[in-house]
């Protein structure tokens, strides 16, 4: 007869604790770990000291759950926070906040986490920590797949395609000098609906179990703010000349993303480009739509993924 210890049943979660202290690590690393001793939860306590060192750690590996100090140093001042509903590995974490500002005064980013002020209540946060992870590990807050809002539920796409479109999306912008982006909640969009912007481009993307498309549509300021940094020229209007820079910067942006989206077994044509603000895409019925729109310092652009019925087997 084979033993099976019951630790090595058990479904780990990785917990990712931004303190340069240790205080909040040693605040909650034990209770939790007797809290949980008799579930079929084992967890794994990453810290980092700074916002610079948790983006490092959460570019390596994935956490359920995100454990924040806002008065650490090198965090407000950085990506981190900004990008944390964004980053592959730390968009589907529960985030918890410990601060001595009020939320207000949070960024965006922060302002939907658990927040506790300091100084913080060790039970109360211990009891939220126990709440999430038992949450998370009984399909609560599954967030394996991102569905498209349909009334048949084989309209889903790989959550992983949409994050490396908006880890791509932001990098990339990043470089052309677009610091200040901010990603906002995801919501249901009519498929015959207008395309929010003026300047879109938009690729095809088929799998065994999805076939649609994929748009990104800038406004005309946060279009103008991006082709003013690539150009190197400020644009105050768009022209023929700087409307040809949409099909650049959306290629460099799928291109970026293709080798990652192509390995999940999803194909993807190239990039064409739709200018104006009445384009609409070609949407049988029974299709259906789901948009993330994304601010800049000076506008908004728009991921929108569109879910198109399958083609029945011959």
Not at 124 to 138: G, I, P, R
């Amino acid at each position: 007869m084979v033993f099976v210890h019951k630790s090595s049943m058990k479904r780990r979660k990785n917990i990712l604790i931004v303190d340069n202290r240790s205080e909040l690590e040693q605040l909650v690393k034990e209770s939790l770990q007797k809290e949980l001793s008799a579930s079929d939860i084992s967890i794994i306590m990453v810290r980092a000291k700074d916002g610079a060192e948790a983006a490092i750690k959460s570019e390596n590996q994935k956490f359920d759950m995100v454990l924040i100090d806002t008065e650490v140093p090198r965090l407000m001042d950085g990506g981190f926070v900004y990008g944390i509903q964004s980053y592959k590995n730390t968009q589907d974490a529960e985030i918890l906040v410990v601060s001595q500002k009020d939320t207000s005064e949070l960024p965006d980013s922060l302002k939907t986490a658990k927040f506790f002020k300091k100084p913080v209540n060790p039970d109360e946060l211990l009891k939220t920590m126990v709440s999430v992870l038992n949450a998370q590990h009984h399909g609560s807050t599954d967030k394996e797949r991102a569905v498209v809002p349909a009334a048949n539920s084989k309209y889903a796409v790989d959550v992983r395609v949409i994050n490396a479109i908006i880890k791509s999306t932001t990098n990339v912008l990043v470089q052309f000098g677009v610091v200040d982006v901010k990603m906002e909640k995801a919501c249901q969009k009519s498929p015959t609906d207008f395309l929010n912007g003026e300047i879109s481009s938009i690729v095809d993307i088929k799998s065994r179990s999805f076939q649609g498309y994929l748009t990104i549509s800038f406004d005309k300021g946060s279009y103008l703010e991006v082709v003013s940094s690539m150009l190197m020229e400020e644009q105050t209007e768009l022209t023929p000349d700087n409307q040809d820079a949409v099909g650049e910067i959306n290629n460099i942006i799928f291109g970026n993303a293709k080798a990652e989206i192509t390995s999940f077994g999803i194909d993807l044509t190239v990039p064409r480009v739709l200018i104006g603000h009445n384009q609409q895409l070609n949407c049988p019925e029974g299709s259906a739509a789901m948009m993330i729109p994304f601010s800049t310092g000076k506008g908004k652009f728009y991921l929108t993924v569109t879910a198109l019925p399958l083609a029945k087997a011959a």
